[in-house]
């Protein structure tokens, strides 16, 4: 079983263009998250999804950055016209659906992360 | 919103020595998990320890064990014997009822030889 799939590994951006992060979760997973991480900081969330559905968004900024989560295919977060402060590693988690009894003790499943860097 | 605290941005232990790493947490909710994930350099979280807030008891995984006091609303990682492999970012996580998952800072943890 595959775990969280994250691509690319690595992805340079100049100033202006654009990010596109892509996320597969493990299989059976419908939740997936977004985070991000600074150098010498922790995990900052940015939007949490299931299937088709935007959940919390809170921390997602205004502006340039929108996050997808499609009846079929990867999540997807994009980044329009990126500045040099996007540069950062990006993780996904997925975590499995399941009856609320269960659900709180499930743990999130992290991929590799996607290091943007922008020039 | 709930928030996690790690106090020690870096923290550094002798080889087969113990160490603590601090965490606190603020929330108004009753039932929730709290978690502590390990990033090594490879930058792979990995999960350590778990501990849901309704059990008394103390989690523990081999060399890995938790001091979770409720009331304190602290949650601290004690790591014995510890080894050169133990090196790495460790991440104190909440997670509320509501699904959402919310990180401290870290804590960069130096294994001395």
């Known amino acids: 079983n595959a775990g969280v799939m994250q691509n690319p590994r690595h992805l340079v951006r100049r100033r202006g263009q654009e990010a596109r992060l892509r996320c597969s979760p493990m299989?059976?997973?419908?939740?997936v998250y977004w985070y991000r991480q600074l150098p010498e900081e922790g995990l900052k969330f940015m939007v949490y999804?299931?299937?088709?559905?935007?959940?919390?968004e809170s921390g997602m900024p205004k502006e340039r950055f929108s996050a997808e989560f499609p009846k079929e295919g990867p999540s997807i977060l994009r980044i329009q016209q990126v500045v040099r402060g996007d540069s950062a590693a990006y993780f996904c988690?997925?975590?499995?659906?399941?009856?609320?009894?269960?659900?709180?003790?499930?743990?999130?499943?992290f991929g590799s992360g996607t290091q943007l860097s922008v020039l | 919103a709930q928030t996690v605290t790690q106090s020690q941005p870096e923290m550094s232990v002798q080889e087969a020595e113990t160490v603590t790493l601090s965490c606190t947490y603020d929330?108004?909710?009753?039932?929730?998990?709290l978690f502590w994930y390990k990033q090594p350099p490879s930058r792979q979280m990995i999960l350590v320890i778990r501990?849901?807030?309704?059990?008394?008891q103390n989690a523990t995984e081999n060399r890995f064990s938790v001091n979770f006091q409720k009331a304190a609303k602290s949650f601290s990682l004690k790591i014995s014997d510890s080894q050169l492999g133990d090196a790495a970012m460790y991440f104190c996580?909440?997670?509320?009822?509501?699904?959402?998952?919310?990180f401290g800072t870290g804590t960069s943890l130096t294994v001395i030889p």
């Open positions: 999804l299931q299937k088709e559905n935007i959940i919390d």
């Open positions: 988690a997925s975590s499995p659906s399941g009856g609320v009894a269960s659900r709180l003790g499930e743990k999130l499943f």
């Open positions: 501990q849901e807030a309704y059990k008394q």
């Open positions: 996580a909440y997670r509320s009822t509501g699904n959402q998952f919310y």
């Open positions: 299989k059976g997973h419908s939740h």
């Open positions: 929330t108004s909710e009753s039932d929730y998990y």
